[in-house]
């Protein structure tokens, strides 16, 4: 049995869902759409968060190491454009690529984190740790920046990268939220390219990012069109 808890609207299980999806692999979705209680969500992980992945009889959490262990244990198609990567770092190059992926996964919570204040009801204007958070975005990404040999190219050169894909995710969840915080792709020209080619493989397309703002009640037909209530 595979099977991956997930809600629509996390940056973390979109990367996994895009790697299950490049990877080619079936799994049962457990799409949250409203926040279930701390028992249900303690049921599937102490960490309380999503995603939680179900595989051959394993139970594993946090997104970096749910993408480590599908790269460990399934094989990615070997003929092809632009084709995943068969490991999250490269031979010989594991402690770079480890701190890429670890760079973005921070990246990744500072977004989040600013995002989940705001709808607690505390902007990050407002907060000196939130604000902390965004100034620590453009530093961010600016070392990753520099990471990129050039703007055709991801992390790992020609093949796609975990990296290439949760970095995807995150700005693009960032893009996608009225969080108020200026990307300023202008200054990080490989990252917006990078962003433009992911986005437009159908795995980023068959789990798009969702707009989502506090009014957002669902989504139209095509699952991605945002429904507001009528006044
Ligand atoms: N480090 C975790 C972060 C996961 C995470 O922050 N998930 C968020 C959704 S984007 C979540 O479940 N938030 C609920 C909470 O923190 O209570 C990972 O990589 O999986």
Sequence with gaps: MRALRYTLGSPFARGVRILLHELDLEYEHQAELTTPSVEERASASPTL?????????????????????????????????????????????EWEDKLTLATIQTLGTAATTISQMKWSGVRWQENDYLTRGQERLPHLLGWL?????????GFFGDSVSVQDIFLTCHLSFVANRPLELALREQDHPRIAALGKRMEARPSFIDNPILWWDPDVIGYGPDGRTPLYAKN
């Design 49 to 93: 968060q999503v995603p939680t992945l179900w595989d051959d009889g394993r139970t594993l959490w946090e997104s970096g190491l749910i993408a480590d262990y599908l790269l460990t244990t399934y094989t990615p198609a070997t003929e092809g454009i632009g084709l995943l990567a068969p490991t999250i770092a490269r031979p010989g190059q």
């Design 145 to 153: 920046e520099r990471r990129l040999p050039d703007a055709d190219s």
